[in-house]
């Protein structure tokens, strides 16, 4: 039901851009997280059901933006300034009743890799 794209490999410093589309109801919050090989899952982002309110992790804060279409369930994350520690497995998530950090996401993607080489 949620299907991301845009992962792959950046070199430390550079920038990637992931998608994620959702079909069915609009989802109250959609957000990213992610997790890096030996650690938990981690929250990324999240973002309200237009968009317009948000919040990130302090680790990418500054460095990444999600961003959502008005009324649509896709949601983006660019993220620039990349370096080592960004690698994992990134995933976007939706709820229908929440969004942000706590939100209890019931529906995830499959995850696409990102890699970041020094």
């Known amino acids: 039901q949620l299907v ?14 992931l998608s994620c589309a959702a079909s069915g109801r609009i989802f109250a ?3 990213w997280f992610r997790q890096a090989p030996g650690k938990e899952r981690e929250f990324v982002a999240g973002t309200n059901w237009d968009g317009s309110e948000s919040s990130y992790a302090a680790s990418v804060k ?21 370096n080592p520690e960004d690698t ?6 939706a709820d229908t009743g929440d969004w942000g950090p706590t939100a209890t996401y019931h529906y995830w993607g499959q995850g696409t890799q990102v890699t970041v080489s020094s």
């Open 62 to 82: 500054g460095r990444f933006s999600i961003s959502r279409e008005r009324n649509r369930n896709t949601v983006y994350l660019q993220m620039n300034s990349l």
């Open 29 to 31: 919050g959609m957000g």
């Open 88 to 93: 994992a497995i990134y995933y976007c998530a």
């Open 4 to 17: 991301e794209s845009g992962g792959g490999l950046a070199q430390a410093g550079g920038s990637l851009r």
